[in-house]
């Protein structure tokens, strides 16, 4: 595998906290945004659109009262992206 292709393959996810986070997953659900908890407790969003274009999303955040405290785009190292794949082989042979 190529080191493009392999980019291409890791998992970028949006990360996302703010004062309120109740609100927060109540703005995200209102305008079709789907999230995961982190244990820490801050929000993960993994769709295209947010990690794409996290401006648009912090914007929507600000005009709805809710401004982030922090925002990030993170991507998934090697080991977590190579656990990933021994996993899903795993489950396709089962």
Do not use: C, W
């Amino acid at each position: 595998m190529k080191v493009n292709q392999l980019e291409q393959s890791t998992q970028k996810s949006l990360i996302l906290d703010g004062r309120n986070r109740v609100a927060l997953m109540r703005i995200l659900t209102e305008h079709g945004y789907s999230y995961e908890e982190a244990a820490d407790g801050r929000l993960v969003l993994a769709e295209g659109r947010a990690i794409a274009q996290p401006e648009r999303l912090a914007e929507l955040l600000v005009r709805m009262g809710q401004p982030p405290t922090h925002l990030s785009v993170v991507t998934e190292d090697l080991e977590g992206y190579f656990l990933r794949m021994i996993r899903t082989e795993g489950r396709k042979q089962a």
